[in-house]
């Protein structure tokens, strides 16, 4: 009885912190309390940055647009008879709401069999894979916020042929990904270099 007990408890222990593991930070307009809400994220974040030349700024300002930092979003369902929920719009998911095919090709391309959307290292790990795919298709810098979401949202394919020109709202989502970005870009440059330090570990005694 008493091992069981003890089960439930873990149980229960276990369920709270994959609670709060994935509760989206509560001030997501500033990078640095970002990072103080979600340690791990930083580190996270500067792999990639590191690995394809992102920078943070940007990887933070494409998941706050497409998911608001919510691990398990998705597109919301249309209405049948207007009232019924109907299908979702597309089969985007996740952090960085790529979809099902995308997300195939990444785990081809990279490796990375066990990657999981809803998981925030491999999301943003597949908006640098993305985004240097965007360098290489279509000539954008990693740094150009405006661009790199433009074709985030378009395709490469897209992009290249100038499907956004004709979408004002696309544009328009664009431009306030490229403003985020540009806040968060000046925001790190006052609080980075303590996440770069990081926090010494205490042994427990």
């Known amino acids: 009885m008493v091992r069981y007990s003890r089960l439930l408890v873990i149980a229960a222990l276990t369920g709270l912190v994959a609670a709060c593991a994935t509760t989206p930070p509560a001030q997501q307009e500033n990078a640095c309390k970002i ?29 706050k647009q497409e998911s608001a930092f919510r691990s398990h979003a998705k597109p919301e369902r249309g209405k049948f008879l207007f009232i019924f929920p109907g299908a979702r719009p597309s089969s985007a998911t996740g952090y960085a709401q790529a979809l099902d095919t995308t997300w195939e090709t990444y785990k081809a391309d990279t490796g990375r069999r066990f990657a999981d959307r809803n998981d925030f290292d491999d999301a943003v790990d597949f908006i640098g894979w993305y985004a240097d795919l965007s360098r ?20 490469q394919g897209g992009y290249n042929r100038g499907s956004y020109r004709g979408k004002p709202g696309v544009q328009t989502i664009a431009r306030q990904v490229a403003h ?9 440059n006052r609080c980075e270099k303590k996440f770069r330090r990081g926090i010494p570990l205490i042994p427990f005694i």
Do not use: M
């Open 136 to 155: 290489q298709r279509s000539g954008i810098r990693p740094g150009d916020a405006y661009n790199q979401y433009l074709a985030y949202h378009e395709g």
């Open 180 to 188: 985020n970005a540009q806040t968060y870009e000046s925001q790190l």
């Open 35 to 63: 990072f103080e809400d979600k340690r791990s994220w930083y580190s996270a974040t500067r792999k990639v940055e590191k690995k394809y030349g992102v920078p943070i700024s940007l990887q933070l300002a494409i998941v």
